[in-house]
């Protein structure tokens, strides 16, 4: 069967991301013709199946480090899967494809924790990361080769297992005449540069810091759960951004580490949240202020990212992810980067919200046909490696 599928020019490939914001399951699906730099995508369909708050609830706990225990994580595993597969069964019926026609899923799953940095553990130094969601499900319910578990492979060549995305977009964006740079704006915002007709060791790829993250928390909290994140960056623009808080919050330790670098959950937890709120209070800032500061700290990150750990700094920089989608960001990282094109994928015909599914459709597809598929110069590994694990 996998034979089958490796001898094939061209599959239909579904990619599937849950990202650190928790909000749903990205499904696309895609035709995929060739492989490594040879590669080209057409984009067939897109659907994104919200997470119930319940769900959501329980995916927030699970990434906190410290609620369940292996039980626990046994049933969400299995949980996540029959989720992921109910994504592509979704996805299938809007594409008009019937499962039996899929060739291949690449999942990146759910990340539940991510330690970059070793650190002690029973005599040894230990770097991990985990992401659930059985692949064997996939496997089972749609019929198609699954590979997923990318990280880890990274990880045991010495990198950071993130971010992962830079290797598809350097097969997607590289361009001969200019410096690109790639933001993409989940929950936690990661850039890309690729030099002008660089190759891939050219690169370089890191984690800016926090993403829509801290505007979807901020936002939860004030709004008491009603709203999951500033729809259009609306509530953010009613209000005035505090030049003390942004301060403060442009001081995160984070935002001065040297690439290669990855974050997440772990940092820009609920304690950093109540740090936000409480330098708000002793700044009487009112919601709306406390919106537009946080929205303003992602895009600074952003622009600091850019000025301090980026050469060359790109003369375009197209924004993906949910964070493009909002207004008030977008302006906000256009008037930090005064000098660089700020655009989106949009703007070039592309869908910024289903990038990183498509990229692990991308990565699956090198996967099978044996290419490595990280990028070291980002992640920091070793060497080349060939991530992902195949199920079928």
């Known amino acids: 069967m996998l034979q089958d599928i490796i001898q094939k020019n061209e599959k239909l490939v579904i990619g599937l991301m849950s990202g650190t914001s928790a909000d749903g399951v990205d499904a696309v699906l895609v035709r995929i013709t060739g492989h490594g730099v040879l590669t080209k995508v057409e984009q067939l369909a897109f659907v994104s199946p919200p997470y119930t708050q319940e769900v959501r609830e329980r995916i927030l706990q699970m990434a906190g480090g410290q609620f369940g225990g292996t039980k626990e994580a046994c049933l969400f595993n299995a949980f996540m899967g029959e989720l992921f597969a109910d994504a592509c069964l979704m996805l299938c019926e809007k594409a008009g494809v019937s499962p039996q026609d899929i060739d291949l899923i690449g999942t990146h799953g759910q990340t539940v924790y ?47 297992g993130a971010p992962l995305v830079p290797y598809t977009e350097y097969i997607l964006y590289s361009d001969p005449n200019r410096n690109v740079g790639l ?47 500033d729809e259009g960056g609306k509530l953010a623009a009613s209000g005035t951004v505090s030049d003390a808080l942004l301060q403060t919050l442009m001081q995160d330790p984070y935002l001065y580490q040297a690439p290669p ?58 924004v ?49 046909s044996g290419e490595c598929n990280n990028a070291p110069a980002a992640t920091g590994a070793h060497h080349p490696v060939i991530m992902g694990k195949i199920c079928q």
């Open 114 to 160: 991510h330690i970059p940095t070793a650190e002690p553990y029973l005599g040894r130094s230990i770097a991990a990361t985990l992401q659930l969601g059985e692949p064997s499900i996939l496997c089972e319910r749609i019929g198609a080769i699954t590979v997923s578990d990318f990280r880890v492979r990274d990880m045991a060549a010495g990198g950071q």
């Open 183 to 229: 933001q993409n704006i989940g929950g936690i915002g990661n850039i890309t540069i690729l030099p002008a007709g660089g190759r891939l060791e050219d690169l370089s790829a890191f984690d800016t810091g926090p993403g829509n993250m801290l505007i979807d928390a901020v936002v939860s909290r004030i709004t008491q759960g009603k709203a999951r994140y």
């Open 261 to 318: 670098k990855t974050t997440g959950r772990e940092h820009y937890d609920e304690a950093f949240v109540d740090q936000i709120f409480s330098y708000g209070k002793e700044l009487n800032l009112s919601d709306a202020d406390l919106i537009a500061t946080t929205t303003q700290f992602t895009a600074s990150s952003i622009a600091h990212a850019v000025y301090n750990h980026c050469q060359p700094q790109p003369d375009r920089l197209i």
């Open 320 to 368: 993906g992810g949910g964070g493009s989608l909002n207004a008030t960001l977008m302006r906000m990282i256009k008037e930090s980067l005064p000098k660089t094109e700020v655009m989106t994928n949009e703007d070039l015909g592309l869908d910024s919200s289903a990038k990183e599914a498509v990229a692990f459709a991308i990565l699956a597809n090198e996967a099978i």
